[in-house]
């Protein structure tokens, strides 16, 4: 048997119809650039993540620079984030001149830690990115709590968390932004790169339409150097109609969860392998990933061995960042973030979307079985 990580032709196949007749009503009109699909788009999002407003824009990377390039924050200024994320959450940050401070994160979701970030606060610091991550919220009220008192923004990284719920709110409706990205392996992923920002602040949509056109405030004066940030008509098209089945495949990836926690518990695994853990306040995780931790420094072992055997499976993040190359000059060495370091090596993501079926979870496990208690 196969198991894919991901696949998405399954659900192509059932949309196929209606997103072709859509790409060819656009192609017709020549229109591509932002118009109505976009603004069509941003509307619906707004509305499915609780918030007033949003602003679609070219990627998930550039959802978080056009953040911080509204808040004017850049050279001289600190930004705290978690070392444990995809490189963009860091990356945005040093695109628009920031320096990134990073706080390690909680042993059970993987999400900064709000015990830690209250220590990095300096007087240089202008905001905090928390990232909800693999499809589960930070603990935002803490987040929040820190913010408040110390005059910061917050740009949540939401880009694994569309719909997912922190004690009934919506991911990207909780800071002064939400990041969003459409990548094609993200929950609701668009046919090349897309994002979108979103905000209940009526002056910053205003700022981020301006900014994600040059900087242009009415045609061809520009107030800001901003950039080219636009989403394009096509991809927004495509995810207004995926948009509409994301709540049922987000629901089958919770089911799909529920079907690995029961298997692993009757396996002989045991404490040879930790099962992804809920915090309370997750009143919704969309499970963008599904990641176990595998003990006794026997994860690159298992990760190759499932391989061959069929099974695809991928670590998030085996480097955190603090300790990459090109982060060097910030000055972090090995042991200054023990529970990302300790994370990046026990972490391995399994199959987990919507489509995989029980069968092959059941080889999964049994695989996985085989390979550490054989
Ligand atoms: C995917 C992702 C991004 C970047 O999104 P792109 O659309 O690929 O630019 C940023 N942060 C996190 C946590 C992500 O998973």
Redesign the pocket.
Known sequence: MQVPLLDLKEQYRGLKKEILQEISNICDSQRFILGDKVQKLEKEISEYCGTRFACGV???????IISLMVEGIGAGDEVITTPF?????VG?ICRVGATPVFADIEPDTFNIAPSRIEAKITPKTKAIIP???FGQCCAMDAVRAIAAKHNLIVIE?A??AIGAEYNGRRAGSMGNYG?F???P??NLGCFG???IVTTGDEEKIELLRIFRNHGQGSTYMHKYVGGNFRLDALQAAVLSIKLRELDSWSSARERNAAEYRRLFAESKLGSKVGMPVVADYASRHIY?QFCILVADGRRNELCDKLREAGVGCAVYYPLPLHLQECFSSLGYKEGDMPVSEKTSKEILALPIFPESTSEERRFVVETIEKILCG
């Open positions: 070219t990627s998930g990377s550039d959802a978080l994320t995809f490189f963009a959450t945005a990232v909800h991550l990284d880009c694994q990041c990205s459409f990548f392996s993200k790169d897309g994002g963008n």
